[in-house]
């Protein structure tokens, strides 16, 4: 990461890798940087994004960030806008503000690759739940929220929820969806989405 002025520069490269999901169980998957979903990104609100991307792909690419509205030159559609195609072994780095404050992702706009783990979208809804706590939902697809109280949040694809809760039940927490199919990785379990809260007294 490089620091120029107000600009903040990051660079992703999309490529092909070998993602173990489960002891044996090996699938070969798109990714960025070589994990998938790809890298967390932290802005301040209000600072000038370069973010290169570098395409290792056997075909073009493209980089789209969700919900962000950027100038139609770095939209990441390049069907429909003017954005470039980058080939392979080539790279194009887009600029944009962070002007609006909360949660985004990114992808390629290509469906094919997009299913493959250029993810951060998802065909499906994702019902997920805190145990033990309630939360409040401060911010749904970047926009403010207020006093909405829930323990179960339905996340359906290509949205965003920030949410705030009191950690005042300490332990070691799950935090899971609750769908069943969703709880398993090829029908073990504990696995699928799910994560942990860990916080002491």
């Known amino acids: 990461m490089l620091y120029l002025n107000n600009a903040r520069y990051f660079k992703l490269t999309a ?14 998957a798109l990714g960025y940087n ?18 290169e991307l570098e395409n290792k792909l056997d075909k073009p690419t493209v980089l789209h960030v ?22 392979p072994g080539h790279s194009f780095t887009y ?3 962070a002007w609006q404050s909360g949660t985004f992702f990114y992808h390629s706009s290509n469906p094919e690759q997009e299913s493959n783990g250029l993810i951060n979208n998802s065909n499906q809804s994702h019902t997920m739940h805190i145990h033990g706590h309630d939360f409040n939902v401060v911010g749904e697809d970047a926009f403010l929220r207020k006093g909405k109280m829930m323990d179960t949040i339905n996340v359906a694809s290509g949205k965003r929820f920030d949410i705030d809760f009191t950690a005042n039940n300490p332990g070691n927490w799950p935090v899971n969806g609750t769908k069943p199919f969703h709880k398993t990785n090829n029908g073990i379990s504990p696995g699928g ?3 942990q809260l860990k916080y002491l007294r």
């Not at 490529?15 to 070969?28: M, R, S, Y």
């Not at 070589?34 to 973010?51: M, N």
Request: charged share 20%; aromatic share 4%; hydrophobic share 35%.
């Open 34 to 51: 070589g994990i998938t979903l790809g890298p967390i990104i932290i802005l301040k609100q209000g600072e000038v994004v370069l973010l």
């Open 15 to 28: 490529e092909p890798f070998k993602h173990n999901i489960l002891g044996d169980i090996t699938l070969d």
């Open 95 to 97: 600029q944009f503000s």
């Open 193 to 195: 989405m799910l994560t």
């Open 66 to 87: 969700h919900g962000l509205s950027n100038p139609n030159s770095q939209d990441g559609m390049p069907e429909i806008e003017p954005t470039p195609k980058i080939k």
